[in-house]
């Protein structure tokens, strides 16, 4: 039977591969293991493989199982990439180290004030709807620049990049390529793009951090 480490080892070889091939730098892609809907027991054997960067997409999941491995593994890396409720902010600045998925004043607002309350300043991405779907979180693409300078200035974010997840039923790459643009345009060096399915891809268009959920921990 196939481990999730085993599973694990291929992907950082594939990562690895997929740099070298579009002549990036080793190491120029993040992995971030997405461990939403498995418990501790199921993470224990990829962290004592050796991985520490990680996403959860549910502020109160995340609650229940991290501090307790936080206790057990040095230097674990916690990525939100789920939606966030303001009424939330609290609890995610406390528990993340990352956000991903900011796609609001109101969002960045409240989080800028907790930030300041706990004194930690997290390193954010703004979330973009290439798709430009309805039912999704995001900003829409003719906005973000507006946003970001609104992050920035007004706000006082730490946005180091953008952040999108493609329409399930279109080819990714144009997705990639237009969020690769917008950060462009706005000087932000970070891209967060790419899932199990296609984050080979995203790494051809830049991808500086890649979410690989299903992939490693197998289907949810
Ligand atoms: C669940 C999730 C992922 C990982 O998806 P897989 O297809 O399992 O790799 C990546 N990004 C976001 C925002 C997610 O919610």
Redesign the pocket.
Same mark, same amino acid.
């Given at each position: 039977m196939v481990s999730a480490t085993d599973r694990l080892e291929e992907i950082k070889a594939d990562i690895r591969n997929a740099e070298t091939a579009c002549g990036r730098g080793e190491g120029a892609v993040t992995l971030?293991a997405?461990s939403?809907t498995f418990d501790a027991e199921a993470i224990l054997p990829v962290l004592e493989a050796g991985q520490r960067v990680f &996403?959860e997409?549910r502020v109160q999941e995340a609650m229940g199982k991290w501090p307790g491995l936080r206790a057990e593994y040095d230097g674990v890396e916690l990525h939100l @990439?789920?939606p966030l409720q303001s009424n939330k902010a609290k609890e995610a600045v406390a528990t993340f180290d990352v956000i991903?998925?900011i796609d609001r004043p109101k969002i960045a607002r409240a989080l800028k004030a907790e930030m300041d309350r706990q004194g930690r300043q997290l390193p954010c991405f703004i979330q973009v709807n290439t798709g430009e779907e309805p039912q999704k979180a995001g900003i829409a693409p003719k906005e973000v620049d507006a946003f970001v300078k609104d992050c920035r200035d007004e706000i006082g974010l730490d946005i180091v990049g953008l #952040?999108c @997840?493609p329409p399930v039923d279109e080819a990714p790459g144009e997705h990639f390529a237009l969020l690769e643009k917008i950060a462009g345009r706005n000087g932000l060096s970070q891209l967060s793009m790419g #899932? +199990? +399915?296609d984050?080979r891809v995203a790494i051809g268009f830049g991808a500086t951090c890649v %979410?690989? &959920? +299903?992939? @490693?921990?197998g289907s %949810?």
């Open positions: 971030i997405v939403k &996403g997409n @990439i789920g991903h998925t #952040m @997840i #899932m +199990s +399915s984050y %979410r690989v &959920g +299903s992939a @490693i921990f %949810r």
